[in-house]
């Protein structure tokens, strides 16, 4: 990109990333000290806090977050690192890599209704082996989804955080030369399973660090996906604080608000404890790694995970396929394992509200992605701009930094404190105020995505182009962008699926005047309209799935479609002119 | 007729290159050889205007008396040919080709010369095939053609030759001189094989290390 004044540049982008990180923080931390100037309070007290520790459920919910926030990442990477090891050097391995991305665009909350049609009582699951070896004919009286201690919402986390995951980790795979290493260590007659424990997993670890950092912290975080599927009264702590945010009594915004600063220093604490117990873990096995033992009992752990992961994913996949079924159910009784008869009905009750939402959900998703799109494109301009002058390449540049911000923090609390800026400057419940916000979490995502292959790009092309011809700009498009198709397709389907996902950024900035996909399916899944919930969660899950179809699917075919075009256009210009 | 006077070239306190001068005439090819790391392709960028700013230049570059080395890049007329063709990988063949010519000519004039640079080729039935689709030798005539399609000034040559197969070579270079020939402006060339520079039938510097 022909830019000039990068420094400048480079300058206004930095502002604006953090302008509205430190209005949400400082949004947050001045009500938890009882200074609120829109309830008319001017002094700063510890008395939100006192309120807050005199609180029984924040107990109940602060141990429900940390059990459900720990325990889910942990259960995550050790299915993913088990099934990696299994299957990196099968040859089917590579079309997983393939089929993950779908499963990563699928938004969580469409996923957790998925579960929950599949494993309440009255779920798939029970109507399966009802009522001939259960006997069952009516649901049984159990706690299956929603349960006190967070079973279900674990389960949800992993399914969601597992195939992030495993993508992150074959996306490192070359970088530590694995294939490499395993024929080495198994030409020393080491098994496979203990040669990842001993060799692959130490080293793949300090790359993903990061990654698994933004899973410890959405696990902690997650509000939608709590709603759905994870325990009530209590539920978990950012359940409990969006239900204080929302109380008709405002002043509880600054209990509330004490409780939001609480969860990002329990993220904070979480962290550190993760990164202490991983040093202490390399510390204690270190011995063991070199100790010549090709075998070991902990062989099986890997291979327990192996059939969890599985068994994880299958449930993903059947989850997903009942969201259909469930929409164009007529009649479906419990214990019938399929609907007994079929209608197009339910969908075409919900035509009108679907259209509405359908035409909200995609509005916001464009606009937002394509912005995010362009953004990160001048941001990493500037970055590259940066490295070229620098003899330093490997000094991480600032925007790297930043970026992770975002998606680090805890949405509740932040979004409140980011709303009441919203109010003062009138834009609350305006679409704008909406993109805004989502660019905030789309950004993150869309940047990382190019930053690789925008910073690989052999500028040489470029500069030749430009040799050819002096036009900069055009040559920009038509050689650089152009040529980084691929990648941009990607970037934009990851940015348009993380869109279509929220459900705070939109319920705040909106006021409930623009309702989503996703907040309408979040809204109504506990109402037991499973019809209507179903047709929202498919279509919730059907955009992301298309346009990452399409990223995958256009680009290599884009220049042999373009060629024929034109060509058939050319020819019929030249017979008219005969 | 391109001119250098007195260039010199060092990294940091180092020198690599001292006192380079040279003249090359319209249609002609110089060869400047010696082992890797000397400044020789840096001489070249410091003639395309891209030399990388921890290199320090001192020393003159004319063409035809005037000034190249005050000019920004855009403003020089350069042709740069290298070691990759560079073809633009998602243009077709006829594509790469038109994209070089000035868009001043008009557009049926534009569509005849790349045609014509194709029958050049031999390959008139492949201008709407993909770069990829041609063996590496045609790529870098390709490259060629359209790196003097643009009607550069001078030509710089930084060993287009070396990744192509030794039995090619010789093909490329005979129309490399030929295409240069015909074209009559000052081309220079980078190498590290003799038998470039023999084949470029013009004169030959050998840069050794400075003491």
Known sequence: ?578 | MLSVNAFSLSLGDKTLIKDLSFEIADGQILSIMGPSGIGKSSLLHFLSGSLSPNLTTTGEAFLNDEALHTKATQDRKVGLLQQMPLLFPHMSIIENLLFAIPADINKAERITMAQHALEKLGIPDKANALPKELSGGQQARVALLRTLLSKPDYLLLDEPFSELDPALRRDVRAFVLNEIRQANIPALLVTHDPEDAKAMEGECLELGIVK
């Open chain 1, 1 to 578: 990109m022909p830019l000039k004044h990068a420094k400048w540049i480079t300058g206004i982008i930095t502002l604006l990333l953090i302008f509205p990180i430190a209005i949400g923080l400082v949004g947050t931390l001045l009500p938890a000290f009882q200074y609120f100037p829109p309830l008319g309070e001017y002094h700063i007290s510890l008395a939100p806090w006192r309120n807050l520790f005199s609180q029984g459920e924040f107990y109940a919910s602060l141990k429900l977050t940390l059990i459900t926030g720990i325990g889910a990442p942990l259960l995550a990477l050790w299915l993913a690192l088990s099934l990696l090891a299994w299957g990196y050097q099968r040859p089917f391995f590579r079309k997983v890599e393939a089929a993950l991305s779908p499963i990563l665009a699928i938004p969580h909350a469409a996923m957790a209704i998925g579960l929950l049609f599949l494993l309440s009582p009255s779920g798939w699951l029970v109507r399966l082996f009802s009522p001939w070896l259960t006997g069952f004919d009516r649901p049984p009286n159990w706690i299956t989804v929603q349960d006190p201690y967070g079973v279900s919402l674990i389960l949800a986390l992993v399914i969601k955080e597992m195939p992030y995951l495993l993508f992150v980790m074959l996306a490192t795979m070359k970088s530590i030369k694995a294939r490499e290493s395993l024929q080495v260590g198994q030409a020393l007659g080491y098994s496979r399973f203990t040669l990842w424990r001993k060799v692959l997993i130490p080293q793949l670890y300090p790359i993903i660090r990061l990654p698994i950092f933004i899973v410890v912290a959405f696990s902690l975080t997650v509000v939608d996906l709590a709603l759905v599927i994870g325990p009530n009264t209590p539920s978990t702590l950012a359940v409990t604080l969006l239900r204080w945010f929302n109380d008709p009594d405002l002043s509880m915004r600054l209990m509330a608000s004490a409780g939001a600063i609480s969860l990002m220093l329990v993220i904070v604490v979480v962290l550190a404890g993760w990164e202490l117990a991983h040093l202490l873990f390399s510390k204690l096995t270190r011995a063991e790694r070199s100790n010549g033992k090709r075998f070991g009992l902990t062989d099986s752990l890997l291979r327990l995970g192996v059939v969890l992961g599985l068994l994880a994913l299958l449930n993903a996949f059947v989850a997903l396929a009942l969201l259909p079924i469930w929409s164009l159910a007529r009649r479906w009784r419990f214990p019938d394992a399929l609907p007994s008869q079929w209608t197009w009905d339910n969908i075409d009750r919900a035509t009108p509200l679907l259209i509405e939402l359908t035409s909200n959900t995609l509005t916001i998703a464009l606009i937002t992605t394509l912005m995010a799109c362009t953004i990160s494109l001048v941001m990493l301009e500037t970055k590259r701009h940066d490295m070229a002058r620098s003899t330093d390449i490997s000094k991480p540049h600032l925007f790297d930094w930043l970026i992770y911000v975002p998606i680090l923090l805890p949405q509740i609390g932040f979004l409140f404190g980011l709303h009441v800026l919203l109010i003062y400057l009138n834009l609350n419940g305006d679409l704008c105020a909406i993109i805004a916000l989502h660019l905030m979490y789309v950004l993150p995502y869309v940047y990382l995505t190019l930053k690789g292959p925008y910073l690989a790009y052999e500028e040489e092309y470029l500069l030749q182009a430009n040799r050819l011809n002096h036009q900069p700009w055009r040559n920009y498009v038509l050689v650089k962008i152009a040529m980084l198709k691929p990648a941009i397709f990607t970037a934009f389907a990851i940015g348009f699926s993380v869109s279509i996902a929220q459900y705070l950024p939109t319920l705040i900035a909106g006021e409930g005047r623009y309702s989503t996909l996703t907040t309408e399916a979040v809204a109504q899944a506990a109402s037991g309209d499973r019809k209507q919930v179903g047709s929202m969660a498919m279509l919730q899950a059907f955009f992301p799935i298309m346009v990452f179809w399409l990223a995958q699917f256009i680009p290599p075919h884009w220049t042999r479609w373009r060629l024929v075009l034109k060509n058939l256009f050319s020819r019929r210009n030249k017979s008219c002119s005969v």
